[in-house]
């Protein structure tokens, strides 16, 4: 018996993020099926348990969904990449690319977290600006950072803006992210409770079943008698 999940992400990237989590921690106890935020509208939402997404994404999955049919993970690039922020020198400016001001600020909660506020952050949300604001601040920029899944080569920052980076631009994406220990928790918790809720309801059916069966087996040993 599995519950049977649908796996939010920005993209295929931070989608595989989310596939990664749930192969480690439920393999045995969840089933999912992967999608994006330019596709998952064309899921039916009936046909899954849960919708597991972001923590930046959950209250809009929640005005979809239902607060009882969305939980969100949140996930934190590891501390070799605060380490190489805090080496860039005082006074600078960075810009944190990213598709949303959501997205962005969880990383920035995690540069608060960590104390680096040597330098400042512009967060740089190409799908809620415009593209003379997105090409302008990147033109300018001489150190960006944020995700693998946005400013790795061959992602966003590369496909749609290498031609309006500066030459010495220092690009910083950060290493492969890893769930945070309350998500894993959380997400483990509600999958349990689903689960034993589904193996209750099947053991009632048996049962319900199983009284029906013995009724019927009642009845025709009357009759016979």
């Given amino acids: 018996m599995s519950v049977n999940l649908l796996l939010i992400g920005a993209n295929e990237a931070t989608t595989q993020e989310l596939v990664s989590l749930v192969d480690a921690t439920l393999s045995t106890t969840a089933v999912y099926q992967k999608a994006t935020l330019s596709n998952y509208q064309n899921y039916d939402a009936a046909n899954y348990d849960l919708i597991v997404c972001f923590a930046n994404r959950y209250d809009e999955m929640v005005k979809k969904y239902g607060k009882e049919k969305v939980v969100s993970v949140e996930f934190v690039p590891p501390t070799d990449f605060f380490v190489a922020v805090s080496r860039i020198p005082s006074g600078e400016e960075i810009i944190i690319f990213n598709n949303s001001v959501s997205g ?36 300018q920029a001489k150190y960006i950072i944020g995700t693998d899944g946005f400013v790795s080569s061959g992602k966003a920052l590369y ?9 010495d ?57």
């Avoid at 496909?159 to 030459?167: E, V």
């Fill in 104 to 139: 962005a600020n969880v990383m920035l909660k995690f540069l608060k977290f960590y104390k680096l506020e040597h330098v400042s952050y512009k967060v740089v949300p190409f799908d809620e600006c415009s593209e003379s604001e997105t090409k302008e601040a990147l033109s």
């Fill in 169 to 225: 631009v220092t690009v910083m994406p950060s290493p492969p992210r890893t769930a945070t220990a309350e998500s894993v928790s959380g997400l483990a918790q509600i999958v349990t409770a689903i689960n034993s809720d589904k193996a209750l309801q099947e053991a009632r059916d048996i049962s319900k079943k199983l009284a029906e069966q013995t009724k019927e087996i009642s009845i025709i040993t009357q009759s016979a008698s």
């Fill in 159 to 167: 496909t749609k803006y290498s031609n309006y980076l500066r030459p």
